[in-house]
């Protein structure tokens, strides 16, 4: 029989329940017993849904209070000592603290990395590990949720990050990786164990750097520790996903496993492959649903591909998603909204596990025992492959149009420098912040009023008008040099462009996860991209004329638009960034044209969207750099062009940053260490760098002491006339009481450094 099941499920409930959970017990409106009850409900309606859909075992362990990777961390016991966590099991409030620097109880102390999931939105917590580290069995949700599920008549595939990709992601402190995974790995054989004894008949590790060109050395390592772990009564099915297996697929398939996954939606031509070398007992799951994109499934694509494999294995494939539906939103049928024909086409995770059921029905009983939904969804892709609503012929006809002279910056930056300082007259060490400002309940319900008509539009913008006056003042009360309106009239940077484009739509209730409690709802680009009418400009233009002081256009850049979407898949990716770009440009003119002295283009997605194997990445990095620097052509040399990125590793395209050209970039660092400065130090990255000196994921607020701390770290990496002073990222999710200490105390340390670093030129000035 052909299993049909899936990695993962999205947490956060339809109606954000968790979100909404999570933020009454950090504020202590909840206590810890109903909080996990909360979650043990959410689990158990998820674990109804796959049942209901028809699939063969649910999945357990998928679920996370925050972070399936902190997860393992605090199963492991692997809590850094900061934290103060006793030797026996790791309390709630300890991982929260882990995460956000702060919980309920328990001292606050400066929260672990966060950086993105391989190349997607979603946000890990990096572990931190150091020499001679030791494991051992410190929580023990995984083991009570399997035994819930069983409680309630699943039959259950337990699931966590594998042993190598656990190491691979983590940082460790005076040591290798590789060196820890024989400790790490007794830890494991304990887990499964565990899993085990609680009902489960498999477990899922998921080892997506198999997708990933690995030293020969972590290849080996994959051998031993995966016999190191036997023996324990689970079967083991390896994950593996966002990409093939390549060179790896030899390694993969020896390994002494009961199965493997491997991703048929981005790589379904490592099929054959796999088939060559699978052995006669292994079973093979098979990736033929996309579990990152909205549409509907090519079903017959899919078909093709199972039954190629089915004639090789019979009965010992299974069909799943390509990766976990961790990356869509929960349910089509809350989208009445949306134009019937749109929500047709579309899927997501209530809807991709009846995919699957398609699937395995056709595959078992041959079309014609799923006649009706499997025309359904043939209608539905063709209809939608062939709307005239997809396609613009102006646009069209303009993006051909695009030449190498639009995308170049007329003067170099030495010479731009020049003239913006003397246009902007910013003083050394300039301090600002990164966009946003705190979204209140009280903004946030005045746009809810305003969508569902309890509020007039004239009534609306007056709302915002006074909102923007509000932050204007408290900006210049706080001393900052260069000024934001704070945007609120954004709920979210991507969904606020997004609605102001022809060719994208919104959902109601399409939230995805990006990190802990913050949710984003990611536009749907169904066709061609055009912008009708200018988007910022009179909020920009309204903020400036309240202050002396120079206030930044705030723009998102268009591969974070296109990565931070669901993308049409009937259209090459250049395509619909170059679309994005020519968008976004228009905007940047007008914005000039208004009198903006200083425009930000945020392209915060850039380094998640970089292809995991380096050979693919050159043509990337190419249409990257051509999209930012066609927003950006046709500016004159007098205005100052900021970027910001933040939360990813950015070793990898210090070319491509430098090619882009930004006069400012800013970055986060105030989690990630000064690392990427020196990479940028050695490069000889001559432009501007604004790098995060605190961190604004987490309640806690820095000292003073810790800020300028911090900046001297920065300036003895680079020259003070090179750098900016920032958080790390925009404020929209903290309160006004979260900020105003850290802002002022983030001016005083720049004015007490700046009266240093003129106190040193006097000093050599006297000297000579």
Known sequence: MVIAHTLGFP????????????????????????????????????????????????????FSLYDHVLDVTTLVGAVPARFGAADGLIDLDTYFRMARGRAPRGRDAPACAMTKWFDTNYHYIVPELHAGQRFRLARGEIFEEVADAVSQGHRVKATLVGPLTYLWLSRVHDGEPLALLPELVLAYRDILRGVAAAGAEWVQLDEPILALELPSAWLDAFESAYHRLRPHPLKVMVATYFGALAEN??????????????????????????????????????????????????????????????????????????????????????????????????????????????????????????????????????????????????????????????????????????????????????????????????????????????????????????????????????????????????????????????????????????????CVRPPIIFGDVRRPRPITVDWTRYAQSLTPKPVKGMLTGPVTLLQWSYARDDLPAESICMQLALAVRDEVMDLEAAGTAIIQIDEPALREGLPLRRRDRAPYLQIAARAFGLCTGGVGAGTQIHTHMCYSEFRDILATIREMDADVVTIEAARSGTGLLQALRAAGYPNDIGPGVYDIHTPRQPSE????????????????????????????????????????????????????????????????
């Open 249 to 518: 697929t030899g390694a993969a398939l020896t390994l002494p496993i009961d199965g493997i996954h491997v991703d048929l939606v981005r790589a379904p031509s490592q099929l054959d492959a796999v088939l060559d070398r699978i052995n006669d007992t292994r079973v093979l799951s098979l990736g033929l649903i996309d579990g990152r994109n909205v549409w509907r499934a090519d079903l017959d694509r899919a078909l093709e591909l199972a039954r190629r494999a089915r004639a090789r294995l019979g009965d010992r494939i299974w069909i799943a998603p390509s990766c976990s539906l961790l990356h869509v939103p929960i349910d089509v049928a809350a989208e009445q909204a949306l134009h019937p024909e749109l929500r047709g086409w579309l899927a997501f995770a209530t809807q991709k596990l009846h995919e699957l059921t398609i699937l395995r029905s056709a595959l078992t009983a041959g079309d014609a025992g799923v006649g009706e939904p499997l025309a359904e969804a043939r209608a539905r892709r063709r209809q939608r492959l062939t709307s005239p609503a997809t396609v613009n012929a102006g646009v069209r006809e303009r993006e051909r149009g695009i030449t190498q002279a639009m995308c170049t910056r007329g003067q170099p930056h030495p010479i731009r420098r020049q003239l913006q300082q003397a246009r902007l007259q910013l003083p050394l060490l300039p301090t600002t912040t990164i966009g946003s400002f705190p979204q209140t309940a009280e903004l946030r319900r005045a746009r809810r009023d305003h969508r569902e008509g309890r509020i007039d539009e004239a009534a609306y913008r007056e709302r915002l008008r006074a909102e923007i006056a509000q932050v204007i003042r408290a900006q210049e009360d706080y001393g900052l040099d260069v000024l934001v309106h704070g945007e609120p009239e954004r709920g979210d940077m991507v969904e606020y462009f997004g609605e102001n484009l022809e060719g994208v739509a919104l959902t109601a209730s399409g939230w995805v996860q990006s990190y802990g409690s913050r």
């Open 11 to 62: 947490r956060i409930g339809a109606r954000r329940e968790l979100k909404w959970a999570l933020e009454d017990y950090w504020s202590g409106k909840m206590d810890a017993g109903a909080l996990q009850t909360a979650a043990r409900d959410l689990r158990r309606r998820h674990w109804d849904l796959q049942r209901h859909a028809g699939l063969d075992l649910v999945t357990a362990g998928d």
């Open 705 to 768: 002491e810790e800020i300028m701390r911090r900046a001297r770290q920065l300036l003895e990496v680079l020259p003070a006339g090179q750098l900016w002073l920032n958080p790390d990222c925009g404020l929209k999710t903290r309160r006004w009481e979260d900020i105003e200490a850290p802002l002022r105390r983030l001016v005083t340390c720049a004015r007490r450094l700046r009266e240093t670093c003129h106190a040193s030129v006097r000093r050599r000035a006297a000297g000579a």
